[in-house]
């Protein structure tokens, strides 16, 4: 039986999305996209997701594409189509712990996985005291959710970082801090879990003037050689989470690699670029496995 697989995504125009539903299409497989934006819930349907009045088919495989916008709704998307009978390769709870960096670096310390110095704070009488127990002299300060860089920042100095966490606070419950680490190249380590198993890495270096090494704010790509310690941090970093097929990245340190964060939803235009590996290809064949095992 060949699997009827549907991604769950905003739109065909993103290279993911696009990618992923060619390689399925490739192998012979029927491959459609759900809009978030264009279905509504039937909780007493039998088929649940309903766009423009009509039921949507349930498919064997659902990969979802959750975004920063429309997480909650994607989450929540994803729920019922798992209930309805649709195997994923995500749980909506792994994918929620990956999209809540706090949570997500308590779960990768707790597995004991070097993790970076991370601070949380809700209220604006706990800055100070916040910012000395990371003990540097720049900061990171981060939104508690976001993707491709959105909701980061850098601040030089602690008056800054203050400052920086005295805003966010008026318009978010709880905000982010972590030391910022500079080195000579400014870059991470983007690693690619299929399956459970690393499967490809690259280097993303950061544009001119830029903190942030996200391709969508313009980081190049360069290939990566993916040693077995990397692998196996990379690997384990899934697990944590509760995630076969993620983005694990990686920063460089004095100390060694430490874990910056899992995504739960990862591009691949940078690794198809950088590597040029077929990862859509690799992506797709490893859900079928998984999807025909169960």
């Given at each position: ?18 990618r ?7 192998k012979?497989?029927?491959a ?12 007493d349907?039998d ?22 916008t ?36 308590i ?17 604006p009488?706990?800055?100070d ?8 002299s720049?900061?990171?300060i981060?939104?508690?959710r ?20 005295e805003?966010l ?10 030391p910022?680490?500079?080195l000579?190249?400014?870059r ?8 459970g ?7 993303r ?27 196996e ?15 694990v ?6 100390e ?8 739960g ?6 690794l ?17 496995v ?5």
């Open positions: 039986m060949r699997p009827h697989i549907a991604v769950l995504s905003h739109s065909e125009g993103f290279y993911t999305t696009k992923l539903m060619e390689e399925a299409r490739a012979g497989l029927e459609t996209r759900i809009d978030p934006t264009r279905v509504f819930i039937s909780v349907a088929a649940p997701v309903l766009e423009d009045g009509r039921p949507l088919p349930i498919p064997d495989i659902l990969i979802p594409r959750v975004g920063a429309l997480t909650e709704w994607g989450l929540t998307l994803l729920r019922a189509m798992r209930g309805a009978g649709a195997w994923s390769p995500a749980t909506p709870a792994a994918m929620a712990l990956a999209q809540d960096k706090i949570g997500s670096s779960a990768l310390r707790a597995a004991g996985l070097p993790v970076l110095p991370t601070v949380a704070v809700r209220e009488a706990h800055i005291h916040a910012l000395e127990e990371l003990d540097s720049g900061f990171v981060k939104r508690p976001g993707t491709q860089g959105r909701g980061v920042m850098s601040a030089p100095d602690r008056t800054g970082a203050r400052a920086l966490l805003g606070l008026v318009e978010a419950s709880v905000t982010l801090a972590q910022l680490i500079e000579e190249s400014t991470d380590l983007r690693v690619l879990v299929i399956g198993r690393a499967y490809a890495a690259c280097w270096n950061a544009a001119p003037g830029e903190f942030r090494s996200n391709v969508h704010l313009g980081g190049q790509t360069e290939p990566a050689e993916l040693d077995a310690s990397t692998a941090l990379a690997e384990r970093s899934a697990s944590a989470i509760g995630l076969t097929t993620c983005g990245d990686l920063i460089e340190t004095t060694g690699l430490r874990v910056l964060e899992v995504n939803s990862p591009g691949i235009e940078g198809e670029t950088a590597t040029g590996q077929n990862v859509a290809g690799a992506m797709i064949s490893s859900m079928v998984d999807w025909g095992s169960c």
